[in-house]
């Protein structure tokens, strides 16, 4: 059935008015046609049973009026057979799917043939599924199951009032029946039957109320009746909370925390709970150990006293400050780049600043390394932009989905430049020529990478143009135009991490910078970080800017345990930085072996389990400190080979005879050290060891100055300070 012709458009206004449409009208008289003769057809049209005036001139009003005397036998058929062709003639002028249904398909069409879908919980005929179809018919037969509905209950009160049961749709008593059903419920009373006997004119009931459509891809959906709702119980939250946890429990990824409490005077040592059990963390991501740098701790001291705990709002109210606007421009100035900002972590700093780049370019669409942090895989959710995930540092799949792309869409190409759980160092420099190429900007998080490459700690992107950057510092300073951290759009890095403070920023230009410190939530609705904090960390980054050796030492203890371990059959995962993940496989045993090592060695090493990486790939991961010297990287070494032989777990040895995995067992030279041995200042023919103990002689006498200068200038701020205080009587002069 569709409405497209003026007929149409007639017979829908006529079923306007007359919600019980002619198409149920027509499949009643069908059904009855054949039926038993006690069900006399019904007393007044249908619209008029439904309380709904009807024209004079309606077609239905003139078939239907019922004469006041009880018609005979051949009256009946006579009038149902004059009714069966007046309707038919009428709805075939006016609906398609009549015009091409022939009297007898109608006719089985009409029978009751599903059970249980009818609004009364009875059944349903195929002519009134088609009819559901009809754009014409829906609206009738919705307004019809509302209505019917609405009167169920008075009806089934009714019909026990009067003490009649039904069988087959057709109550026992005589004039009480149920239209097109076969349930055995209960029925209404058909008061319209007395009332005809009786001559007594007939009462409406009040009209429901007209449902309004849902629209469901294009077309009108009209709701039936609602349903009671079930009583039910209250959410169960804790019930909730308990099975989510056992998921974790029964995958081995639920995460367990030790009291690790690091002491700064004893660096890397630390104590459990107990004071006196002392550790050594081997996993923290203080890589240079400035969280216990003598100046750094000073210049945290003199700023706490000075401007107290906390910065005492956002910073849109009350916290901007000097030390913000140090710390940024110190973070600017070593990323060669216009202008900086600062957020209370880098996590938020990559959040906000992808939601909100990918939620303001138009149709942007953002290309995210399949390994990259969580942060940036939350902020590429929250911009709602289009994603697309290219293989981990793979440049042809990046090209081919940046190929797919028109030029004239904004791009993002989201990536790490060192990829903390596997060691892994992003190809910057091609990407940033697929980022010309193909129209997009880059984004490079630089996390684990600021304060441990580059001659200035500025990170991977510095260091891959270690020479000029070097040169800033000499009487003859390079030009740094066009070199990769120049070419980059976005860098991101933390004031943890290498920097021991605690913080996150962004830098680029200064339009861009603008963009995100007006646009951003995450930045514009937190508070401030202390001002502690920010004074800091601009010391930590200005100390490791000019001081290289905390930078060398880390690199030559990772060079020496990665050595040591792989001498020993330990199975770790080759990459070129300063990670070292040790390969285990399983988060059962990767928990019971981080367990095992810190119970019964001392030693604190945190297994690495789903989802921060893969099922089947867990690890424990290391990560040396210029603090780790030989005694402490011996033990380590012992402490794992221990661990290994009493788990049976995996060496090197057995990944290889399996075919290798994840790059262990597999030799290949591409993971040399990004680290040259030139950089290193590793001299000819000179080993590891000695290298490291003519660089931890020169670190020793070096902390020596820096705390004989401290000391120094503590003594000159005490006298000064005491040379300012005016004579108590001159102070009691001024109070009186």
Known sequence: MARDSPLLAE??????????????FLERRIGTSTGDSAAAPTCFPEGEAEGKATPDTSSAERICKTNTRPPSTAETTETKRTTMEALLNQSRALCPFLQRTSPASLRSLSTPSRANASPGGGT?????????????????????????????SFGTLAGRASGTTSVNGVCAAAGKKRFHTTASKEAAVDHDAHRNHANIPPTFP????VL????????????????????????????????ELDKKHKDKSYRYFNNINRLAREFPRAHMSAPEERVTVWCANDYLGMGRNPQVLRTMHETLDNYGAGAGGTRNISGHNQHAVGLESTLAKLHGK????????????????????????????????????????????????????????DLRDLEQKLASLPLSVPKIIAFESVYSMCGSIAPIEEICDLADKYGAITFLDEVHA???????????????????????DTANPKSTKGTIMDRIDIITGTLGKAYGCVGGYIAGSVSFVD???????????????????????????????????????????????????????IPVIPNPSHIIPILVGDAEVAKTASDMLLK?????????????????????????????????????????????????????????????????????????????????????????????DRELRADALHRQRMMADLQKEELMAHANANAVVAPASTLVGVAA
């Open 600 to 692: 019964d060695y001392g030693v604190y090493v945190q297994a690495i389990n789903y989802p921060t990486v893969p099922r089947g790939e867990e690890r424990l991961r290391v990560t040396p400190t210029p603090g780790h010297v030989k005694p402490y990287r011996d033990h380590l070494v012992h402490a794992l080979q221990g661990v290994w032989e009493r788990l049976g777990i995996r060496k090197t040895s057995d990944w290889k005879a399996a075919g290798g995995f994840l790059g262990v067992g597999v030799d290949d030279d591409k993971n040399r050290p990004l680290w040259t041995n030139e950089q290193l200042g590793l001299r000819e023919g000179e080993n590891l060891e000695e290298a490291l």
């Open 338 to 393: 216009e202008s900086a900002l600062v957020f209370s972590s880098c996590y938020v700093a990559n959040d906000a600043t992808l939601a909100t780049l990918g939620s303001k370019l138009p149709d942007c669409v953002i290309l995210s390394d399949s390994l990259n942090h969580a942060s940036m895989i939350q902020g590429i959710r929250h911009s709602g932009a289009k994603k697309m995930v290219f293989k981990h540092n």
């Open 206 to 209: 009040k009209a429901g109320p």
């Open 515 to 569: 963009t995100i410190r007006s646009l951003a939530p995450g930045f514009i609705f937190t508070t401030s970080l202390p001002p502690a904090t920010m004074a800091g960390a601009t010391t930590s980054i200005k100390y490791q800017a000019s001081y290289g050796r905390d930078r060398t030492l880390q690199q030559l203890h990772t060079r020496a345990v990665k050595a040591e371990l792989t001498a020993k059959d």
């Open 11 to 24: 017979f829908s206004a006529e079923v306007s008015s007359q919600p019980i449409s002619g198409g149920l």
């Open 124 to 152: 349903i005929s195929n002519l009134q599924v088609i009819a559901r179809r009809c754009p014409v018919m829906s609206k009738a037969l919705a307004v019809q199951s509302a209505r019917m509905a609405s009167s169920k």
């Open 450 to 472: 600021v304060g441990m490459y580059g001659p200035h700690g500025a990170g991977v992107a510095e260091h891959l143009d270690f020479d000029t950057y070097a040169s800033l």
């Open 212 to 243: 309004e459509p849902t629209m469901v891809n294009g077309v009108a959906v009209y709701p039936g009746p609602k349903p009671e709702a079930p009583a039910s119980k209250t959410f169960d939250y804790e019930g909730f909370y308990n099975n």
